[in-house]
């Protein structure tokens, strides 16, 4: 359990450049709230829901993150800061990183049945501040979702998903394959959360600069044809 837990702290460490010692990260809210959360989820599973709901109770009071106790979570989840939301069937896999003021909101299911109402977050999956993902959707592994985007349909692994509603924008290959990139947002390495809003606006930029550039290709090429067929019909 001891190895366990320095695991963890590493982990965080190894995401995180603020902290300088282990002993520092012991003291976010993130650690403490899902720390509390697994008491919480055991009373839960224990059908104990009073006791649940008082540990989930005593957590958002101390950190300001709302987990409910039903909500399942892998290893290593990394909360940073504080302000988030996750719903009663949300599922996290393992090295997930979440980012303030981000929710994973259920939706009214259609059929009037409770069942799997929030989303599910595979491994290595990075949300961005303010980002909302709502509904029984799936992230797949490896997917970033950008700062306050809004995301309701499934996202494909190794996706970047940007705006409201949320869409995925273009990426290389290398970025796709780096072990962590901050922030979950895409287009620039040297992303600062004070200046988010500019960023997202210069990767949409990126984005219409490369559908344009493949739109100039397919016309080039298509030119020549073009010019053969109009010679042909002035022979004839």
């Not at 899902?34 to 649940?52: N, P």
């Not at 929710?103 to 303010?130: C, E, F, M, W, Y």
């Not at 550039?213 to 042909?232: F, H, N, V």
Request: net charge positive.
């Amino acid at each position: 359990m001891f190895n366990s837990l320095i695991d963890y702290l590493d982990s965080i460490k190894a995401r995180d450049p603020a902290p300088r010692s282990r002993w520092e990260v012991l003291l976010y809210p993130g650690i403490i709230a899902v720390g509390m959360h697994r008491i919480a989820h055991w009373l839960f599973e224990a059908r104990m829901f009073f006791l649940a709901r008082l540990v989930n109770h005593l957590s958002r009071f101390f950190t300001a993150i709302d987990i409910h106790p039903g909500a399942k979570i892998g290893r290593h989840l990394f909360i940073d800061h504080g302000f988030t939301v996750i719903g009663e069937t949300a599922e996290i896999g393992n090295n997930v990183t979440i980012y303030q003021c981000v929710t994973l909101g259920g939706t009214n299911p259609a059929n009037g049945v409770g069942g799997k109402r929030h989303p599910t977050l595979l491994d290595n999956v990075i949300v961005g501040s303010g980002a909302q993902i709502l509904g029984p959707i799936t992230v797949g592994q490896r997917a970033r979702v950008g700062a306050n985007a809004v995301v309701t349909d499934d996202v494909p692994e190794g996706a970047t998903m940007v705006g409201v509603k949320a869409r995925s924008t273009l990426i290389a290959a290398e970025a796709w394959q780096k072990d962590f990139v901050p922030y979950g947002t895409p287009c620039s390495e040297r992303f600062d959360p004070a200046t988010q809003k500019l960023e997202l606006l210069q990767c949409e930029v990126e984005t219409l600069q490369k559908k344009i550039a493949i739109l100039m290709e397919e016309r080039d090429a298509l030119a020549p044809k073009q010019s053969g067929t109009r010679k042909g019909k002035k022979s004839a």
